[in-house]
């Protein structure tokens, strides 16, 4: 069961905001820093080998988390930064699975996952990565609320004017 976020229809931007507002205010809106694949690649590279970074990838990977999830995560947030544009993401995605794989391997994890788990192994990557708290309390209690408002729904359904009414 997927979980869907709530949106405010109206939490929109105005048409044209984008006109009013201050140029070249976001990162994706000022030229990449890096727009040579290799060097974006080495530029990520450099990052991962940070201690704290590395650490934090073979914390996940070992909580069962795919070398895929962290990729599409680590390209994402360097496009979000300025690193370098969506082309050059695109580029460097299959290299980045490979380093974090070898970062897996030079760890010594046993079951390096690849591509994201199917819907019934997530349950358990999310039990696996919050050991400290009840994830099923709270897939229960969304469970339990989505019920809930199932029958409101269909209570509210039954008042126009042909319906059969309560009994």
Do not use: C
């Not at 905001?17 to 140029?23: I, K, R, W």
């Not at 050991?131 to 008042?159: C, P, Y």
């Amino acid at each position: 069961m997927a979980i869907e976020r709530q949106q405010n229809p109206f939490d929109t931007p105005v048409p044209g905001q984008s006109l009013t507002d201050t140029p070249k205010n976001w990162a994706w809106e000022n030229p990449p820093r890096f727009t040579n694949s290799e060097k974006a690649a080495q530029f990520v590279w450099s990052k991962l080998h940070n201690k704290e970074t590395a650490s934090k990838i073979i914390i996940l990977l070992e909580a069962g988390v795919s070398v895929e999830a962290l990729t599409k995560v680590i390209v994402f947030s360097g496009f979000i930064e300025g690193a370098y544009t969506p082309d050059v993401a695109f580029l460097i995605t299959p290299i980045i699975e490979k380093m974090i794989l070898a970062m897996g391997k030079a760890a010594k994890i046993e079951k390096i996952k690849l591509s994201r788990p199917k819907e019934k192994q997530t349950k358990k990557i999310l039990e696996s990565i919050f050991k400290s708290r009840d994830v099923n309390e709270d897939i229960m209690a969304l469970e339990m609320k989505d019920k809930q408002k199932k029958t409101e729904d269909n209570k509210n359904n039954n008042k126009g004017l042909m319906s059969k009414g309560d009994k």
